[in-house]
Protein backbone atom coordinates (compact mmCIF):
# COMPACT_ATOMS: atom_id res chain seq x y z
CA UNK A 1 0.00 0.00 0.00
CA UNK A 2 1.53 3.54 -0.86
CA UNK A 3 2.95 5.12 2.39
CA UNK A 4 3.51 1.91 4.11
CA UNK A 5 6.98 1.54 5.61
CA UNK A 6 8.40 -0.58 2.56
CA UNK A 7 6.86 0.97 0.16
CA UNK A 8 8.56 5.13 1.22
CA UNK A 9 11.90 2.28 2.02
CA UNK A 10 11.43 1.56 -1.67
CA UNK A 11 11.04 4.74 -2.84
CA UNK A 12 13.93 6.16 -0.57
CA UNK A 13 16.21 3.91 -2.05
CA UNK A 14 15.44 4.66 -5.44
CA UNK A 15 15.63 8.75 -4.95
CA UNK A 16 19.05 7.97 -3.55
CA UNK A 17 20.45 5.93 -6.63
CA UNK A 18 18.75 8.51 -9.13
CA UNK A 19 19.99 11.52 -7.38
CA UNK A 20 23.79 9.90 -6.68
CA UNK A 21 23.92 8.87 -10.37
CA UNK A 22 22.72 12.35 -11.58
CA UNK A 23 25.81 13.55 -9.44
CA UNK A 24 28.18 11.20 -10.38
CA UNK A 25 27.15 11.55 -14.37
CA UNK A 26 27.54 15.79 -13.85
CA UNK A 27 31.05 15.23 -11.85
CA UNK A 28 32.13 12.40 -14.83
CA UNK A 29 30.96 15.37 -17.73
CA UNK A 30 33.75 17.87 -16.19
CA UNK A 31 36.29 15.30 -15.94
CA UNK A 32 36.80 12.05 -18.05
CA UNK A 33 33.42 11.61 -19.74
CA UNK A 34 34.43 13.41 -23.19
CA UNK A 35 31.83 11.84 -25.71
CA UNK A 36 29.12 9.25 -26.69
CA UNK A 37 28.77 7.86 -30.53
CA UNK A 38 30.78 11.02 -31.28
CA UNK A 39 28.36 13.65 -29.14
CA UNK A 40 30.37 15.21 -27.06
CA UNK A 41 29.07 14.77 -23.65
CA UNK A 42 32.08 16.73 -21.66
CA UNK A 43 32.06 19.97 -20.91
CA UNK A 44 34.44 22.48 -21.56
CA UNK A 45 32.87 25.31 -20.46
CA UNK A 46 32.25 24.47 -17.06
CA UNK A 47 30.77 27.16 -14.81
CA UNK A 48 31.52 29.51 -17.76
CA UNK A 49 28.00 31.59 -16.86
CA UNK A 50 28.75 31.51 -13.28
CA UNK A 51 31.87 33.58 -14.37
CA UNK A 52 30.35 35.98 -16.57
CA UNK A 53 26.55 36.74 -14.97
CA UNK A 54 27.12 36.34 -11.38
CA UNK A 55 30.55 35.82 -10.20
CA UNK A 56 32.35 38.92 -12.09
CA UNK A 57 29.67 41.40 -12.28
CA UNK A 58 29.62 40.98 -8.06
CA UNK A 59 33.20 41.10 -7.97
CA UNK A 60 33.69 43.86 -10.23
CA UNK A 61 31.17 45.89 -8.18
CA UNK A 62 32.78 45.26 -4.97
CA UNK A 63 35.87 46.52 -6.31
CA UNK A 64 34.59 50.09 -7.44
CA UNK A 65 33.78 49.29 -10.74
CA UNK A 66 31.05 49.33 -13.48
CA UNK A 67 30.47 45.49 -14.71
CA UNK A 68 28.21 47.34 -17.57
CA UNK A 69 31.06 49.00 -18.63
CA UNK A 70 32.72 46.43 -21.53
CA UNK A 71 36.26 47.41 -21.55
CA UNK A 72 36.34 47.20 -17.66
CA UNK A 73 34.30 44.13 -17.48
CA UNK A 74 36.95 42.22 -20.27
CA UNK A 75 39.79 43.50 -18.37
CA UNK A 76 38.45 41.82 -15.21
CA UNK A 77 37.14 38.70 -16.66
CA UNK A 78 38.73 38.34 -20.15
CA UNK A 79 36.30 36.17 -22.29
CA UNK A 80 34.27 36.08 -24.98
CA UNK A 81 30.79 36.26 -23.57
CA UNK A 82 29.20 39.61 -22.41
CA UNK A 83 27.63 40.58 -19.14
CA UNK A 84 23.90 40.59 -20.59
CA UNK A 85 21.93 43.58 -19.23
CA UNK A 86 20.63 41.84 -15.78
CA UNK A 87 19.40 44.99 -13.50
CA UNK A 88 21.45 45.91 -11.09
CA UNK A 89 19.70 43.77 -8.09
CA UNK A 90 21.87 41.09 -9.09
CA UNK A 91 25.16 42.87 -7.77
CA UNK A 92 23.99 42.87 -4.57
CA UNK A 93 21.76 39.76 -4.62
CA UNK A 94 24.98 37.70 -5.88
CA UNK A 95 27.61 40.11 -3.58
CA UNK A 96 28.57 36.84 -1.17
CA UNK A 97 30.33 34.83 -4.29
CA UNK A 98 32.25 38.38 -5.23
CA UNK A 99 34.12 37.75 -1.52
CA UNK A 100 35.60 35.36 -2.83
CA UNK A 101 37.94 33.76 -4.96
CA UNK A 102 36.69 32.48 -8.04
CA UNK A 103 37.68 28.75 -7.90
CA UNK A 104 35.86 28.87 -4.44
CA UNK A 105 32.99 30.36 -5.53
CA UNK A 106 32.26 28.03 -8.10
CA UNK A 107 32.23 25.56 -6.16
CA UNK A 108 29.98 26.83 -3.48
CA UNK A 109 27.58 27.89 -6.58
CA UNK A 110 27.98 24.33 -8.00
CA UNK A 111 26.61 22.95 -4.31
CA UNK A 112 24.13 25.72 -3.95
CA UNK A 113 22.54 24.89 -7.68
CA UNK A 114 21.95 21.51 -6.40
CA UNK A 115 20.49 22.45 -3.15
CA UNK A 116 18.06 24.53 -5.42
CA UNK A 117 17.18 21.84 -7.34
CA UNK A 118 15.72 19.97 -4.54
CA UNK A 119 13.71 23.06 -3.38
CA UNK A 120 12.49 23.36 -6.88
CA UNK A 121 10.99 20.22 -6.82
CA UNK A 122 10.45 20.62 -3.67
CA UNK A 123 7.70 23.52 -4.00
CA UNK A 124 6.68 22.37 -7.31
CA UNK A 125 5.13 19.39 -5.40
CA UNK A 126 3.53 21.36 -2.67
CA UNK A 127 2.35 23.92 -5.03
CA UNK A 128 0.70 20.42 -6.87
CA UNK A 129 -0.97 19.60 -3.46
CA UNK A 130 1.65 16.65 -3.25
CA UNK A 131 3.37 15.10 -0.03
CA UNK A 132 7.17 15.62 -0.47
CA UNK A 133 8.61 12.65 1.31
CA UNK A 134 12.34 12.69 1.30
CA UNK A 135 12.18 9.40 -1.15
CA UNK A 136 10.16 11.49 -3.85
CA UNK A 137 12.11 14.59 -3.42
CA UNK A 138 15.07 12.85 -3.93
CA UNK A 139 13.58 10.85 -7.02
CA UNK A 140 12.36 14.40 -8.12
CA UNK A 141 15.71 16.34 -7.60
CA UNK A 142 17.65 13.63 -9.52
CA UNK A 143 15.61 12.99 -12.26
CA UNK A 144 15.76 17.35 -12.71
CA UNK A 145 19.41 17.03 -12.65
CA UNK A 146 19.72 14.02 -15.23
CA UNK A 147 17.53 16.22 -17.45
CA UNK A 148 19.48 18.11 -20.16
CA UNK A 149 18.30 21.56 -18.81
CA UNK A 150 18.90 20.34 -15.25
CA UNK A 151 22.26 19.47 -15.87
CA UNK A 152 22.93 22.65 -17.86
CA UNK A 153 21.98 24.61 -14.91
CA UNK A 154 24.52 22.36 -12.71
CA UNK A 155 27.56 22.76 -15.02
CA UNK A 156 27.27 25.88 -16.50
CA UNK A 157 26.06 27.68 -12.95
CA UNK A 158 23.29 29.70 -14.86
CA UNK A 159 21.01 31.41 -11.68
CA UNK A 160 17.82 29.90 -13.32
CA UNK A 161 16.98 27.66 -10.41
CA UNK A 162 17.56 31.26 -8.60
CA UNK A 163 14.59 32.53 -10.95
CA UNK A 164 12.36 30.07 -10.99
CA UNK A 165 11.89 29.49 -6.98
CA UNK A 166 11.39 33.20 -7.25
CA UNK A 167 8.85 32.76 -10.17
CA UNK A 168 6.81 29.75 -7.98
CA UNK A 169 7.10 32.35 -5.29
CA UNK A 170 5.20 35.13 -7.24
CA UNK A 171 3.01 33.04 -8.56
CA UNK A 172 1.46 30.85 -5.13
CA UNK A 173 1.89 34.33 -2.88
CA UNK A 174 0.57 36.58 -5.29
CA UNK A 175 -3.08 36.42 -4.02
CA UNK A 176 -3.47 35.25 -0.07
CA UNK A 177 0.19 37.23 0.48
CA UNK A 178 0.97 39.75 -2.07
CA UNK A 179 3.31 41.90 0.15
CA UNK A 180 5.59 38.32 -0.09
CA UNK A 181 4.52 37.74 -3.75
CA UNK A 182 5.27 41.00 -4.86
CA UNK A 183 8.65 40.98 -3.43
CA UNK A 184 9.01 37.15 -5.28
CA UNK A 185 8.45 39.07 -8.45
CA UNK A 186 10.80 41.82 -7.70
CA UNK A 187 13.77 39.10 -7.08
CA UNK A 188 12.69 37.56 -10.26
CA UNK A 189 12.82 40.94 -12.21
CA UNK A 190 16.55 41.33 -11.97
CA UNK A 191 16.54 38.86 -15.02
CA UNK A 192 13.84 41.02 -17.07
CA UNK A 193 13.12 37.91 -19.53
CA UNK A 194 11.55 36.53 -16.08
CA UNK A 195 10.16 39.30 -14.27
CA UNK A 196 8.71 41.42 -16.91
CA UNK A 197 6.57 38.42 -19.35
CA UNK A 198 5.67 37.31 -14.63
CA UNK A 199 4.12 40.68 -14.25
CA UNK A 200 2.61 41.17 -17.15
CA UNK A 201 0.67 38.19 -17.29
CA UNK A 202 -0.19 38.02 -13.43
CA UNK A 203 -1.92 41.84 -13.92
CA UNK A 204 -3.90 39.26 -16.68
CA UNK A 205 -4.22 37.26 -14.27
CA UNK A 206 -5.99 39.70 -11.79
CA UNK A 207 -2.83 39.81 -9.13
CA UNK A 208 -2.52 43.82 -9.40
CA UNK A 209 -1.92 44.65 -5.63
CA UNK A 210 0.91 41.80 -5.88
CA UNK A 211 2.52 43.50 -9.08
CA UNK A 212 2.47 46.74 -7.54
CA UNK A 213 3.91 45.71 -4.59
CA UNK A 214 6.60 44.20 -7.06
CA UNK A 215 7.47 47.05 -9.23
CA UNK A 216 7.87 49.25 -5.65
CA UNK A 217 10.20 46.86 -4.72
CA UNK A 218 12.35 46.10 -7.78
CA UNK A 219 12.84 50.09 -7.74
CA UNK A 220 13.62 49.71 -4.17
CA UNK A 221 16.34 47.13 -4.70
CA UNK A 222 17.19 48.59 -7.69
CA UNK A 223 17.93 52.42 -7.20
CA UNK A 224 21.16 52.32 -4.69
CA UNK A 225 23.22 50.38 -6.49
CA UNK A 226 21.87 52.52 -9.89
CA UNK A 227 22.85 55.60 -8.54
CA UNK A 228 26.73 53.84 -7.45
CA UNK A 229 27.00 52.92 -10.99
CA UNK A 230 26.30 56.26 -12.59
CA UNK A 231 28.17 58.05 -10.31
CA UNK A 232 31.17 55.39 -10.93
CA UNK A 233 30.15 55.72 -14.68
CA UNK A 234 30.75 60.19 -14.10
CA UNK A 235 26.99 60.56 -15.09
CA UNK A 236 23.61 59.41 -16.70
CA UNK A 237 24.52 59.59 -20.47
CA UNK A 238 27.41 57.62 -20.01
CA UNK A 239 26.24 55.01 -18.16
CA UNK A 240 23.50 54.32 -20.72
CA UNK A 241 26.25 54.31 -23.30
CA UNK A 242 27.81 51.78 -21.33
CA UNK A 243 24.39 49.76 -20.73
CA UNK A 244 23.99 50.11 -25.27
CA UNK A 245 27.76 49.09 -25.65
CA UNK A 246 27.27 46.14 -23.54
CA UNK A 247 24.19 44.95 -24.93
CA UNK A 248 25.67 44.65 -28.27
CA UNK A 249 28.29 43.32 -27.50
CA UNK A 250 26.02 40.28 -25.77
CA UNK A 251 24.13 40.71 -29.20
CA UNK A 252 27.57 39.69 -30.91
CA UNK A 253 27.78 36.62 -29.13
CA UNK A 254 23.78 35.61 -29.42
CA UNK A 255 22.13 35.55 -32.95
CA UNK A 256 18.39 33.85 -32.47
CA UNK A 257 18.92 33.21 -36.03
CA UNK A 258 22.11 31.24 -35.71
CA UNK A 259 21.38 30.37 -31.99
CA UNK A 260 20.75 26.39 -31.56
CA UNK A 261 19.73 26.73 -27.75
CA UNK A 262 16.78 28.98 -27.85
CA UNK A 263 13.66 27.40 -27.29
CA UNK A 264 11.43 31.22 -27.28
CA UNK A 265 9.13 31.95 -30.56
CA UNK A 266 11.17 34.79 -31.81
CA UNK A 267 14.06 32.76 -31.75
CA UNK A 268 12.27 30.24 -33.80
CA UNK A 269 10.69 32.91 -35.99
CA UNK A 270 14.51 34.01 -36.26
CA UNK A 271 15.79 30.58 -37.16
CA UNK A 272 12.99 30.50 -40.12
CA UNK A 273 13.70 33.74 -41.38
CA UNK A 274 17.45 33.10 -41.34
CA UNK A 275 18.27 36.66 -39.88
CA UNK A 276 18.14 38.45 -36.34
CA UNK A 277 14.28 39.82 -35.95
CA UNK A 278 14.23 43.79 -35.57
CA UNK A 279 12.67 45.47 -32.37
CA UNK A 280 9.34 45.70 -34.54
CA UNK A 281 8.72 42.48 -35.63
CA UNK A 282 10.61 40.80 -32.21
CA UNK A 283 7.74 42.75 -30.13
CA UNK A 284 4.83 41.57 -32.59
CA UNK A 285 5.86 37.85 -31.58
CA UNK A 286 6.80 38.59 -28.19
CA UNK A 287 3.22 39.99 -27.81
CA UNK A 288 1.56 37.15 -29.38
CA UNK A 289 2.26 34.72 -27.27
CA UNK A 290 1.61 37.04 -24.61
CA UNK A 291 -1.97 37.90 -25.94
CA UNK A 292 -2.77 34.25 -26.42
CA UNK A 293 -1.72 33.67 -22.99
CA UNK A 294 -3.86 36.27 -21.68
CA UNK A 295 -6.64 34.87 -23.47
CA UNK A 296 -6.24 31.81 -22.08
CA UNK A 297 -6.08 33.28 -18.27
CA UNK A 298 -8.77 35.27 -18.89
CA UNK A 299 -11.22 32.37 -20.07
CA UNK A 300 -10.20 30.71 -17.20
CA UNK A 301 -11.46 33.43 -15.07
CA UNK A 302 -11.04 33.46 -10.88
CA UNK A 303 -12.24 29.97 -10.31
CA UNK A 304 -13.22 28.60 -6.93
CA UNK A 305 -10.79 24.77 -7.70
CA UNK A 306 -7.05 25.53 -6.68
CA UNK A 307 -6.81 23.21 -9.68
CA UNK A 308 -7.75 25.93 -11.66
CA UNK A 309 -5.78 28.35 -10.57
CA UNK A 310 -2.56 25.74 -11.10
CA UNK A 311 -3.99 25.45 -14.91
CA UNK A 312 -3.55 29.14 -14.64
CA UNK A 313 0.07 28.89 -12.90
CA UNK A 314 1.15 26.14 -16.08
CA UNK A 315 0.08 28.56 -18.47
CA UNK A 316 2.18 31.27 -17.11
CA UNK A 317 5.28 29.20 -17.12
CA UNK A 318 5.10 27.95 -20.45
CA UNK A 319 4.11 32.26 -21.94
CA UNK A 320 6.92 33.55 -19.86
CA UNK A 321 9.63 30.94 -21.39
CA UNK A 322 7.78 31.32 -25.20
CA UNK A 323 7.44 34.94 -25.22
CA UNK A 324 11.13 36.30 -24.95
CA UNK A 325 14.67 35.06 -25.07
CA UNK A 326 14.97 31.68 -23.12
CA UNK A 327 17.42 29.54 -23.92
CA UNK A 328 17.30 25.48 -23.00
CA UNK A 329 18.64 25.86 -19.65
CA UNK A 330 16.18 28.16 -18.77
CA UNK A 331 13.24 25.19 -19.12
CA UNK A 332 13.56 24.01 -15.46
CA UNK A 333 10.67 26.76 -15.36
CA UNK A 334 8.70 23.77 -16.20
CA UNK A 335 9.13 21.04 -13.10
CA UNK A 336 5.98 23.11 -11.56
CA UNK A 337 3.65 22.53 -14.75
CA UNK A 338 4.93 18.91 -15.04
CA UNK A 339 4.33 18.05 -11.42
CA UNK A 340 1.21 19.24 -11.28
CA UNK A 341 0.59 17.14 -14.56
CA UNK A 342 2.58 13.92 -13.01
CA UNK A 343 0.18 14.04 -9.81
CA UNK A 344 -3.06 14.95 -12.06
CA UNK A 345 -3.50 17.92 -9.94
CA UNK A 346 -5.26 19.97 -12.84
CA UNK A 347 -9.05 20.13 -13.54
CA UNK A 348 -9.92 16.84 -14.68
CA UNK A 349 -11.79 17.79 -17.88
CA UNK A 350 -8.68 19.01 -18.98
CA UNK A 351 -6.39 16.29 -18.07
CA UNK A 352 -9.05 13.46 -19.55
CA UNK A 353 -7.05 13.62 -23.22
CA UNK A 354 -4.36 15.52 -22.77
CA UNK A 355 -2.02 14.67 -19.82
CA UNK A 356 -0.56 11.67 -21.99
CA UNK A 357 0.31 13.68 -24.64
CA UNK A 358 1.50 16.72 -22.77
CA UNK A 359 4.37 14.49 -20.35
CA UNK A 360 5.25 12.94 -23.68
CA UNK A 361 5.98 16.51 -25.05
CA UNK A 362 7.62 17.36 -21.63
CA UNK A 363 9.71 13.84 -21.30
CA UNK A 364 11.03 14.94 -24.80
CA UNK A 365 12.49 18.35 -24.18
CA UNK A 366 14.24 17.18 -20.70
CA UNK A 367 15.82 14.29 -22.45
CA UNK A 368 16.68 16.33 -25.48
CA UNK A 369 20.36 15.47 -25.42
CA UNK A 370 20.69 15.34 -28.93
CA UNK A 371 20.10 19.27 -30.05
CA UNK A 372 23.92 19.85 -29.65
CA UNK A 373 26.30 21.99 -31.16
CA UNK A 374 28.22 18.92 -32.09
CA UNK A 375 25.65 16.92 -33.57
CA UNK A 376 24.35 20.09 -35.28
CA UNK A 377 27.72 20.72 -36.80
CA UNK A 378 27.57 17.62 -38.75
CA UNK A 379 24.52 19.06 -40.63
CA UNK A 380 25.22 22.61 -41.61
CA UNK A 381 25.11 21.23 -45.23
CA UNK A 382 22.02 20.56 -45.11
CA UNK A 383 19.85 23.22 -43.95
CA UNK A 384 16.49 21.41 -43.52
CA UNK A 385 17.33 18.85 -41.24
CA UNK A 386 19.80 21.51 -39.62
CA UNK A 387 16.61 23.38 -38.56
CA UNK A 388 14.34 20.83 -37.67
CA UNK A 389 17.09 19.61 -35.17
CA UNK A 390 17.87 23.10 -33.99
CA UNK A 391 13.89 24.13 -33.67
CA UNK A 392 13.29 20.72 -32.05
CA UNK A 393 13.00 22.13 -28.06
CA UNK A 394 11.37 25.47 -29.35
CA UNK A 395 8.82 22.96 -31.32
CA UNK A 396 7.98 20.80 -28.50
CA UNK A 397 7.34 23.83 -26.54
CA UNK A 398 5.14 25.57 -28.93
CA UNK A 399 3.32 22.46 -28.78
CA UNK A 400 2.68 22.29 -25.54
CA UNK A 401 1.68 25.52 -25.04
CA UNK A 402 -0.51 25.18 -27.76
CA UNK A 403 -2.20 22.68 -25.92
CA UNK A 404 -3.21 24.30 -22.77
CA UNK A 405 -4.53 27.09 -24.54
CA UNK A 406 -6.81 25.37 -26.51
CA UNK A 407 -7.61 23.48 -23.23
CA UNK A 408 -8.13 26.38 -21.33
CA UNK A 409 -10.67 28.09 -23.65
CA UNK A 410 -12.61 25.50 -24.50
CA UNK A 411 -13.65 24.72 -20.68
CA UNK A 412 -15.00 28.03 -21.08
CA UNK A 413 -17.14 27.45 -24.50
CA UNK A 414 -17.83 24.08 -22.25
CA UNK A 415 -19.43 26.42 -19.88
CA UNK A 416 -17.49 25.93 -16.67
CA UNK A 417 -18.59 28.42 -14.06
CA UNK A 418 -16.40 30.89 -12.73
CA UNK A 419 -16.20 31.95 -8.95
CA UNK A 420 -14.53 33.28 -6.32
CA UNK A 421 -10.77 33.05 -6.37
CA UNK A 422 -8.61 30.87 -3.90
CA UNK A 423 -4.60 31.43 -3.77
CA UNK A 424 -2.13 28.43 -5.02
CA UNK A 425 -0.71 26.43 -1.90
Known sequence: MPGTPRVRGSMLLVGLAVFASAL????????????????????????NDFRNAVYCPAA?????????????????????????????????????????????????????????????????????????????????????????PGQWNLLLGQP????????????????????????????????????????????????????????????????????????????????????????????????PSQQVYNVDAPGFVARLVRHRLGPPTYLVVSLAVLGAAGVALRSLGRREDRMDDRLSGSIICLAMLLSVHHLAYDL???????????????????????????????????????TTQSALARLERHTGAWLVLASLNGALLAGMFLVYLTGSIGRRRAGVPVAAPVPLR
Not at 32 to 46: H, I, Q, T
Not at 82 to 91: C, D, K, S
Not at 227 to 249: P, Y
Open 24 to 47: IIAVLRVTSLSDLFGLRLSMPWAM
Open 60 to 148: IFLEGGNPYDRAEFLRFCPMRDAFPLYAPATLLLHAPFGLLSFGTAAVLYFCLTIVLSVAVVFVALRLAGAESPVGKLLLGAGLLLLSR
Open 160 to 255: ALELVLATYAALAWSRRAPMLGGFALAVAAYKPTFGIPLGVLMLVRGDRRAVRVGVLAALILNVAPLAVLIDRAGGLSVFVQDLIRSHRAWEGVID
Open 332 to 370: VLLVFPVAALAMSALPQDFLVSRRRVLLVLVFLLGANYV
